[in-house]
């Protein structure tokens, strides 16, 4: 499966802004984005070039980034982000507030919100390698959409994981409205489909609809 392989730090420096891509560390003054960081030299964009990309940027430009922020904090390559925005687009209602719930609704950002992933990257990898099960059954897909109702449970043996129980103790991320923590924090209950008031990422999803509109 194709993935993003590089520096995630790098992502940030170009967005500008944290994207929390590295967990713990996003926390720390080792951010290169972050406010009194000992690398505040480098909170520019990345390249050779990045110096020099401070002018200021057009209506395009501001979309498209707007774009690439979101598909970055949630970890998806273009061609994923964009059939998702099709789909968003046919669907009724407001297009951008439909990406956000499409987003939100993965199954590694679902399990990523119950805080046993450090970063979103961390809770795909549990996904992925089958910790993860879905009404007691085990789901290795991360784009698995889940639905109100949907019981997401960590397996029993996963529990016990040095990173889950130390993400659990020290992130202290608390779960969003729309899903309800069970078994000592291990499983989480979709109770509605997120409204965009529950959403709590810093995304203008009004852009990317523009952009993809043209």
């Not at 392989?5 to 929390?20: A, D, H, I, S, Y």
């Not at 110096?51 to 200021?56: G, H, K, L, V």
């Not at 499983?187 to 997120?194: F, K």
Request: hydrophobic share 30%; proline share 4%.
């Amino acid at each position: 499966m194709a993935r993003y392989t590089g520096p995630v730090c790098r992502l940030c420096r170009r967005e500008r802004t944290k994207l929390f891509l590295k967990g713990e560390r996003c926390f720390t003054l080792k951010c290169p984005v972050s406010e009194n960081s000992d690398r505040q030299t480098r909170a520019f964009p990345p390249g050779m070039h990045g110096r020099d990309r401070q002018r200021q940027g057009s209506e395009y430009l501001t979309q498209l980034r707007e774009k690439q922020k979101a598909r970055r904090i949630y970890g998806l390559l273009e061609k994923q982000f964009r059939n998702l925005y099709e789909e968003a687009s046919r669907r009724p209602g407001i297009t951008g507030t439909n990406l956000l719930q499409f987003l939100e609704t993965r199954l590694d950002n679902v399990a990523y919100r119950a805080g046993w992933g450090a970063s979103r990257a961390q809770a795909r990898q549990f996904v992925r390698h089958g910790h993860v099960t879905v009404n007691a059954k085990r789901v290795t897909i991360p784009s698995f959409r889940v639905r109100p109702g949907d019981v997401v449970t960590l397996k029993v043996a996963t529990r016990e994981n040095f990173n889950v129980k130390r993400n659990l103790d020290i992130m202290d991320r608390s779960v969003p409205g729309w899903l309800e923590k069970g078994e000592d924090g291990f499983a989480v209950t979709v109770r509605v489909v997120p409204q965009r008031e529950q959403i709590d990422e810093s995304i203008r999803e009004q852009l990317i609809v523009e952009l993809y509109s043209k």
